[in-house]
C-alpha cells in the first residue's frame, strides 16, 4: 500500500510499478498470478512480459501508470504486439499502451483492475523474443556437503520473490551473482557446465520459459563434493553453443555462518537484540511486504505498524507483534533481516 501525500510520481523499488497522481491518494496493489486469469486459449496466443498486478485505487486520481516488463527492446522486437491485459469479471480485455519504454509500458488516465503486459505470439518469431534475464543460486544449508539450486528465469521481480520465498521455507541462503550478460530468449534451452568435476542435474539443458510466482520454477541442481578450490560455472545457449553468462564459486561464496546451523536461532537472535533492534532496524517497508507475503502478518497489521508515530515505535509494534505469533513467526522475520540487512545481523552478533 502507498500513501502518496501530494501529486507526483512514485515507484514502488520493490515491484517497479509506477504512478503518475493528480493528488495525494491512497494506492493499494498487490502480485496476482496469470495462470489462474490467463485461459489455455490465450496462452497459446500470448506470453506474460511482467508480473500480473491487483491494483486498486479512487478513480480519476491516476494519471498514468507505469507497468514493468521484460522484453528488451534494445535488440529490435516489434511493439506492436505488445498490450496490456485487463481483467474483469473473469474476462480479458486488451489495450494499446500509450507508449513503451525500455522497461515499462506505459498506460494514461488508465481504469483499474488486474492489469499486466502481455506479448503477442507468432509463430514466424517463435523462440525468437529477447528478453532480460537474472541467474539466481541458492546454497541448501542443510543438505550433505554443497547442493546448490541455480535459477536462470525473466527479470520479473513476483518471481523472485516467490523464488525467494521457497528457497528461506527450505533454510537457504542466495549466493549473489551477476546476470546474463546479453539477452535470453524465451522458448530456447540452455545448458550449465562447469570447469571443475561437479555433479549438474539435468545434464542436457532447460527450457528458458516464464513460469507465473505461483507455479513450481525449474532449476538446475549442483552437487559439489569438495570446495577446496574455486569452481567456474558457465551457461550457453544450445542452439549455437554461444557463452551468455559465466561466474566463479569460491570457498567464501558457500561458508555457512555458525548462526545457520543453530536451533531457534532466529526466536532467539530477537530476544537476545530486542533493544537495539528497536533502534536500528531499518528498510521497514520491504521487511513488512516480505512479512505480508509469508503469510506472518495480515495488511491490517501492517497497516497498525505504519501507524505509529517514530521509527522506533513502529519497530517495537513489530517486534511485539512478531514475538506473539510465536516461533516460527520470528524465524522468517530473522532471514528476511539476514537477507535484507546482513551488515547489521553480523554487527549484533
Request: aromatic residues 8%; proline residues 5%; positive net charge.
Amino acid at each position: 500500500r502507498a500513501h502518496l501525500p501530494e501529486a507526483g510520481t512514485f515507484q514502488c523499488s520493490i515491484t517497479g510499478l509506477s504512478f503518475k497522481v493528480k493528488s495525494a491518494v491512497i494506492i493499494t496493489y498487490k502480485y496476482s498470478s496469470w495462470t489462474k486469469y490467463l485461459s489455455k486459449g490465450h496462452q497459446e496466443m500470448w506470453v506474460p512480459a511482467g508480473p500480473l498486478f491487483h491494483i486498486q485505487v479512487q478513480p480519476g486520481v491516476v494519471e498514468a501508470v507505469h507497468l514493468p516488463h521484460f522484453v528488451c527492446l534494445a535488440e529490435g522486437v516489434d511493439s506492436s504486439l505488445c498490450s496490456i491485459a485487463h481483467f474483469t469479471s473473469g474476462k480479458m480485455t486488451l489495450e494499446r499502451p500509450t507508449r513503451l519504454m525500455a522497461f515499462s509500458a506505459v498506460l494514461e488516465n488508465p481504469s483499474f483492475s488486474l492489469l499486466g503486459v502481455l506479448w503477442r505470439k507468432i509463430r514466424s518469431a517463435l523462440n525468437s523474443l529477447p528478453v532480460h534475464s537474472v541467474v539466481l543460486i541458492f546454497q541448501q544449508l542443510n543438505a550433505a556437503n554443497t547442493t546448490l539450486h541455480l535459477y536462470l528465469i525473466p527479470d520479473d521481480n513476483s518471481v523472485k520473490q516467490a523464488i525467494e520465498k521457497q528457497e528461506m521455507d527450505w533454510n537457504s541462503k542466495i549466493i549473489p551473482k551477476p546476470p546474463p550478460f546479453r539477452p535470453l530468449f524465451l522458448g530456447c534451452t540452455y545448458r550449465v557446465t562447469s570447469t571443475n568435476s561437479v555433479e549438474i542435474m539435468p545434464e542436457e539443458q532447460l527450457p528458458f520459459c516464464y513460469k507465473s510466482p505461483k507455479e513450481q520454477q525449474l532449476f538446475f541442481e549442483i552437487y559439489i563434493r569438495n570446495m577446496a578450490e574455486e569452481i567456474g560455472l558457465r551457461m550457453t545457449d544450445t542452439r549455437n553453443d554461444t557463452e551468455v553468462w559465466r561466474a566463479s564459486l569460491r570457498s567464501g561464496d558457500i561458508n555457512i555462518p555458525a548462526r545457520a546451523s543453530k536451533t531457534s536461532s532466529g526466536a532467539a537472535f530477537m530476544k537476545k537484540h530486542r533493544t537495539k533492534l528497536c533502534l536500528r532496524m531499518g528498510q521497514l517497508s520491504t521487511i513488512l511486504l516480505h512479512l505480508r507475503d509469508a503469510n506472518v502478518i495480515s495488511s491490517n497489521e501492517e497497516e497498525e505498524v505504519r501507524g505509529q508515530g517514530t521509527s522506533e515505535r513502529k519497530n517495537q509494534f513489530l517486534l511485539d507483534l512478531v514475538e506473539r505469533k510465536g516461533q516460527e513467526a520470528q524465524e522468517q522475520l530473522y532471514r528476511i533481516l539476514e537477507k535484507y540487512n546482513p551488515y547489521l545481523i553480523t554487527d549484533l552478533e
